[in-house]
């Protein structure tokens, strides 16, 4: 049936994985390299007949795993980091939720930083750019896909060499401030606040270098907490008290010159 077909890749990567106890085997490398790529060639196959988001996280498993000798050979880091792409630029909102997921477990169980940053390096534009080149800020959707990339993001800030946190500061800080006014405001602007607290010389002088970025967050979190135009009618019933934001600002960027 479909659902054997799909299952099958999975049988002798789990049973290599349970069998073999000399990892350091040329038959295990051997061995365990043939399984992940027969589990990614067979990838879209599957996935019409199992759950694409369980099926993606074993395989991802499978890869941070294994020795690096496995999850750093070309083929097997070219066609997975080649699905991830395709799923993330591809699919729907929740599809590129599934892939951000099974990401972040990529780079938290990975052992080799190495290869924790070869993956960055390959993944992570692709993402930016998505989020860079967002238009509909409305979309409920994106409050769930947002949410995972918040906790994406200082996954990847964590895993940066020191002297380049400025430069991903430099792109995702310009990001957050371009998401505030939609359904993800509160999301965004929480995040914002986090990065000025746990960076706030960097943030400080990303705001010196660029202003403008500094005057947008203040406009937006103003435009946010405005009120709506009223008719002349209800004007005239207005409380005194309905000009005050309904969203707060819980930190003075204004120390920020």
Known sequence: S????????LRPG?????????????????CLTSTIVTILENYDKAGQARDKESYLNTLTVIICTSPSDVSNVTTVFEKYTNLLESMFNEG?????????????????????????????????????????????????KLISLVTEFISFQRILIMNCLDNTHHLFLGLVVPLLISLLGGVVHTLAL??????????????????????????????????????????????QTVITNSNVPSIALKMDFSNFK
């Open 14 to 30: 789990c049973s290599i994985i349970k069998n073999m106890t000399d990892e350091r085997s040329d038959k295990w490398l051997h």
């Open 190 to 235: 929480s995040e914002i606040t986090h990065l000025t607290k746990t960076y706030p010389t960097l943030v400080k002088d990303l705001f010196l270098v660029h202003p403008h970025l500094k005057s947008k967050l203040e406009t937006a979190i103003r435009s946010a907490g405005a009120p709506q135009k009223m008719t002349a009618a209800s004007q």
């Open 2 to 9: 479909s659902g054997i077909n799909a299952e099958w890749p």
């Open 92 to 140: 729907d909102m929740e599809e590129k939720v599934k892939v951000l997921r099974a990401m972040k477990t990529l780079l938290v169980s990975t052992s080799s930083t190495g290869i924790r940053h070869r993956y960055i390096r390959r993944l992570s534009p692709s993402i930016l750019k998505f989020f860079m080149c967002l238009q509909d800020k409305k979309e409920p």
